[in-house]
C-alpha cells in the first residue's frame, strides 16, 4: 500500500485521513458498560472500587482512588498534599495547560521549569533553579511514556507527583511508574493509554493522603463546609476502565512494536528519534526535525497522515515568559507521528511511507 494515493489524490476527504490519535475500544467495553447501566447501579459503586483495586494492584500498591479527570485527580492529588494560596508548584514547560489549571485551582503558583532536550522531561537542575522558599512540590508527567528523572527530583526535597496521564504500565528501572512519588495522578481520557471516556485516578502508598484524597471529591454527610468537589467516576466508566486495564500490556507491546517499525525506518534519516528504552512505552512517538515542523505538518496531513505538535502550546508560551530554550526549540521542532494500538498493518505501512518521504534526506 504505502503512501501511493498521496500524489494522486492530494485532496480527498478528510475520511482517508489516519487520524492522530484513536480509541481500542469495543464489544466487551460496551457489554461492560451495558451490564452496568443494567444493574441500576449509576454512581460510585463496587466497579469503581474494583477498578481502584486493579489499578492499585498493577502498581503494587495497596489503594488508588478514582477521579473524573486527570485534571480533577491532579488537583485532588495537589490538594490533599496541602497545597495551597502562596505555594509554588514546580511543572515542566513543555506539558498540556492541565498542569497551570490544577495548580491554579489550589490557588497556587505554578512556576514551568525547562526540559532535557533529548528526553523531554521535566529537567531536575533547571527546576531547582527554579526554585524559592515558596516551592511545595513538583508535578512530574513522564511524557509521552517515558519515565522522567524521578529520582533527581525527589532529590529537590519537596513531595513530586508523578503525572502519569501518558505514562500507564511504563516502568523506571523496573519500579511501576506511579510508584515512586509521593502521590500519582492518571487519565482514561479518550485518547490516553486506557480510556473511560474521560476519568482519572490519585495512587499513593499513603493511606493518608488518599483519604484526604476521598474526603475531598465527596459532599455528602458531611459537616465542614471547606470546599470540597464532586470528581467522581461513574459505574458505567469503571466498567469500561476494568476491561481496558485487562488489555494494557497487549495495547502496550503493540504499541512497542509501531515504535521499532518507525525507529528502524526512520533512522536514516538526520533527525532525533525518541530514546531506546525497553521501558518506553510510546504513548506518543515524537520526532525532533531539527527545523521547523509547520510544514512536515501541513504535508503530512494533505498526504493522509494526521501528525501533531506532541504540546499544543508549552506553558511558557502560555503564560509569555522567555528562558526555556527547550522546551521552546522542541515547541518549534518536534512532531508527533499516529502510534495506536488501533492502527491496521496496512495504515502503518502508509505512515511510515508518507513520514519518510517528508523527513529531510541524509546527506550523501
Ligand atoms: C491528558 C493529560 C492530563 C489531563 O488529563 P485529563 O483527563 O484530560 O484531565 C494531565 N497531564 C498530562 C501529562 C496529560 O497528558
Do not use: W
Not at 490519585?202 to 459537616?223: F, I, P, T
Not at 458505567?236 to 502496550?252: H, N, Y
Not at 509501531?258 to 506518543?284: K, N, Q, S, W
Request: net charge positive; with cysteine; charged share 20%.
Amino acid at each position: 500500500m504505502g503512501g501511493d494515493r498521496r500524489a494522486e489524490d492530494p485532496g480527498r476527504s478528510p475520511a482517508g485521513l489516519i487520524p492522530h490519535s484513536r480509541p481500542m475500544v469495543g464489544a466487551a467495553e460496551a457489554a461492560a458498560a451495558a451490564e452496568a447501566v443494567a444493574s441500576g447501579m449509576l454512581a460510585e459503586g463496587a466497579r469503581t472500587a474494583a477498578f481502584e483495586q486493579a489499578l492499585a494492584r498493577r502498581l503494587g500498591l495497596s489503594s488508588a482512588v478514582a477521579a473524573s479527570s486527570g485534571t480533577a485527580a491532579l488537583h485532588l492529588a495537589l490538594s490533599a498534599l496541602g497545597i495551597g494560596p502562596g505555594d509554588e508548584v514546580i511543572v515542566p514547560s513543555f506539558v498540556c495547560a492541565a498542569l497551570l489549571h490544577a495548580v491554579a485551582r489550589c490557588g497556587a503558583t505554578a512556576v514551568p521549569a525547562d526540559i532535557d532536550p533529548v528526553t523531554l522531561n521535566l529537567d531536575p537542575a533547571d527546576a531547582r533553579r527554579r526554585m524559592s522558599r515558596r516551592t511545595r512540590a513538583v508535578v512530574a508527567p513522564h511524557m509521552f511514556g517515558l519515565a522522567a528523572d524521578v529520582e533527581g527530583l525527589l532529590a529537590l526535597g519537596v513531595p513530586v507527583v508523578e503525572d502519569c496521564a501518558q505514562a500507564l504500565g511504563g516502568t523506571s528501572r523496573g519500579r511501576p511508574l506511579g510508584a515512586l512519588g509521593a502521590a500519582s495522578v492518571f487519565s482514561f481520557y479518550a485518547t490516553k493509554v486506557i480510556t473511560t471516556g474521560e476519568g482519572g485516578m490519585v495512587a499513593s502508598r499513603s493511606e493518608e493522603l488518599l483519604d484526604r484524597v476521598r474526603q475531598l471529591k465527596r459532599y455528602d454527610g458531611v459537616d465542614d463546609p471547606a470546599p470540597r468537589f464532586n470528581y467522581k467516576l461513574t459505574e458505567m466508566q469503571a466498567a469500561i476502565g476494568v476491561v481496558q486495564l485487562g488489555r494494557l500490556q497487549a495495547f502496550i507491546d503493540r504499541r512497542r512494536g509501531i515504535a521499532a517499525r518507525y525507529t528502524a525506518a526512520f533512522g536514516v534519516h538526520p533527525v532525533g528519534l525518541p530514546p531506546v528504552d525497553p521501558e518506553h512505552i510510546f504513548f506518543r512517538y515524537v520526532v525532533d526535525l531539527r527545523s521547523d515542523a509547520e510544514r512536515f505538518l501541513r504535508e503530512a496531513r494533505a498526504a493522509g497522515v494526521a501528525c501533531e505538535r506532541p504540546v499544543y502550546r508549552p506553558l511558557h508560551r502560555l503564560l509569555g515568559r522567555q528562558g526555556y530554550p527547550a522546551s521552546e526549540t522542541a515547541f518549534r521542532q518536534c512532531v508527533s507521528i499516529p502510534i495506536y494500538p488501533a492502527l491496521m498493518d496496512t495504515e502503518i505501512d502508509r505512515i511510515i511511507a508518507v513520514v519518510s518521504g517528508l523527513l529531510p534526506h541524509p546527506a550523501r
